[in-house]
Nanobody, 125 residues
Framework: QVQLVDSGGGLVQAGGSLRLSCAASGRTFSAYIMGWFRQAPGKEREFVAAHRGNTGTPYYADSVQGRFTIYRDNAKNTVYLQMNNLKPEDTGVYYC??????????????????WGQGTQVTVSS
């Protein structure tokens, strides 16, 4: 069983930055796919970014490409999402997720086995 604890959300003005963190339990963290999803009010949860542990490949939604960076520290069992140049449309609850299948489909939330509790990000205009 893997437990994920995500944190780092908050209120920020447009153009600002935040860094989200997701601390994971488990001995094979380095092999997991780690992903970030978000859900805005009244909308479905959507893919934001992911990092495939076995290849080190990052993946991004088109809407955040060039502004967000996902990276991990395997020694700390933690994955981060650095968010720069935030926009009001980035507002939502951000969820960390983990997939124990190293070859899973990173953009599909059905791929992921474990989820964090979510952290609120609010970007004011």
């Amino acid at each position: 069983q893997v437990q994920l604890v995500d944190s780092g959300g908050g209120l920020v003005q447009a153009g600002g930055s935040l860094r989200l963190s997701c601390a994971a339990s488990g001995r094979t963290f380095s092999a997991y796919i780690m992903g970030w999803f978000r859900q805005a009010p009244g909308k479905e949860r959507e893919f934001v970014a992911a990092h495939r542990g076995n290849t080190g490949t990052p993946y991004y939604a088109d809407s955040v490409q060039g502004r967000f960076t996902i990276y991990r520290d395997n020694a700390k069992n933690t994955v981060y999402l650095q968010m720069n140049n935030l926009k009001p449309e980035d507002t939502g609850v951000y969820y960390c997720a983990a997939d124990s299948n190293p070859w899973g489909i990173v953009r599909s939330e059905k791929t992921y086995d474990y989820w964090g509790q979510g952290t609120q990000v609010t970007v004011s205009s």
